[in-house]
C-alpha cells in the first residue's frame, strides 16, 4: 500500500470518527452512531468495525476487497445535548448516499454544522423558565406559584451554566443548580406565596431531570449494546441524586 492509497484510508477514518464522537457527545444512542457511521462508509466504498464505550471509540476501516484497512482509537468529550446537530449529521449521511458527497465535501459540512450558532443565552434561560412555569402550572400550580417557578428555573440554569463555565464536576453544576433554585422556591413555601407553594417547590428542579440519558439507556438496553445502556443508566441516577441533595439541602436550610 503506497503512501497516497493509506493517506486517502485515513482521512476517511477521521471523517468517520469526527461524525462517530459528535453524535456520541450530542446525545445520540448508540444504536444511531453505528448506523451513521457505517451508512456513511459503505457509500464510500469501505467496510468499518466500531467498538463504542461511553468515552471512546475504536474504529477499523477496510476497504471493500480487503486490500487495505487501517484503525483508530479516539476520546469523546463530555456529553450533551444538541438535537440539531445529531439530525443534521443524520441528513448528512444519506445525502452522501444520494448525492455521491466525497470525504472533503463531508468534511466541509461537518465544520458546518459544528459551527452553527447556538440560540441566545437569554431566549434559552427564559424557554426553559417558561417550560418550568408550565410543569408547575400541569400540576395544579397557579399564577403565584408559576412566577415562583419561572424565576426559581431561570436562576437554577444560570447557576448550572455558570458552574459549567467554570468547569465544576457537572454533577457538582446540577447540585448547585438544584440548591439554587430550590432556594428560591423554598423562600415562597416560607412565605405562604400562592395556596399551593410546595408545587412551585417541587417543580422548580424539573429541569433538570436527566431524560435524554435514560431515554439513550433503554434504547440500549434494548438494542443490546447492554454495557452502554448500564452507563447512560447510571449516569441518569447520578444525575438525579444531585438533584436530591440540592433540593435536600434547601429544604434542611428551611427547615420544610
Known amino acids: ?32 452512531v453505528r ?10 466504498g469501505y467496510e468499518v468495525e466500531l467498538m ?9 476501516v477496510t476497504e471493500e476487497s480487503g486490500a487495505a ?22 441528513r448528512l449521511s444519506w445525502r452522501v448516499i444520494e448525492d455521491k458527497l466525497t470525504v472533503d465535501q463531508i468534511n466541509e459540512d461537518i465544520k458546518r454544522l459544528t459551527s452553527l450558532p447556538h440560540y441566545p443565552r437569554l431566549v434559552v434561560l427564559s424557554l426553559v423558565a417558561l417550560a418550568g412555569a408550565s410543569f408547575c402550572r400541569l400540576f395544579g400550580g397557579h399564577a403565584p406559584e408559576m412566577s415562583v417557578a419561572f424565576i426559581a428555573t431561570f436562576f437554577g ?68 449494546n447492554t454495557l452502554n445502556g448500564i452507563v447512560r443508566g447510571v449516569n ?7 438533584i436530591a441533595l440540592g433540593l435536600m439541602f434547601a429544604m434542611q436550610v428551611y427547615g420544610i
Open 52 to 60: 463504542i464505550a461511553s468515552r471512546s471509540l475504536m474504529l477499523t
Open 157 to 224: 440554569l444560570f447557576i448550572r451554566q455558570e458552574a459549567v463555565r467554570y468547569r465544576f464536576n457537572p454533577y457538582l453544576a446540577i447540585a448547585f443548580a438544584s440548591f439554587g433554585a430550590s432556594m428560591i422556591s423554598g423562600f415562597s413555601v416560607r412565605l405562604g406565596i400562592g395556596s399551593t407553594p410546595d408545587v412551585a417547590l417541587a417543580t422548580s428542579v424539573l429541569f433538570l431531570i436527566p431524560g435524554v440519558p435514560l431515554i439513550n439507556s433503554l434504547t440500549d438496553l434494548i438494542d443490546g
Open 35 to 44: 448506523t451513521t457511521v457505517s451508512r456513511i462508509a459503505e457509500a464510500l
Open 69 to 90: 484497512y487501517t484503525s483508530s482509537v479516539r476520546r469523546t468529550s463530555s456529553h450533551g445535548v444538541n438535537f440539531k446537530l445529531v439530525s443534521g449529521i443524520s
Open 1 to 32: 500500500m503506497n503512501g497516497e492509497h493509506f493517506k486517502q484510508i485515513k482521512e476517511v477514518e477521521e471523517m468517520l470518527l469526527d461524525v462517530g464522537t459528535l453524535l456520541m457527545s450530542n446525545g445520540a444512542s448508540t444504536g444511531r
Open 236 to 242: 441518569g441516577l447520578i444525575i438525579a441524586f444531585a
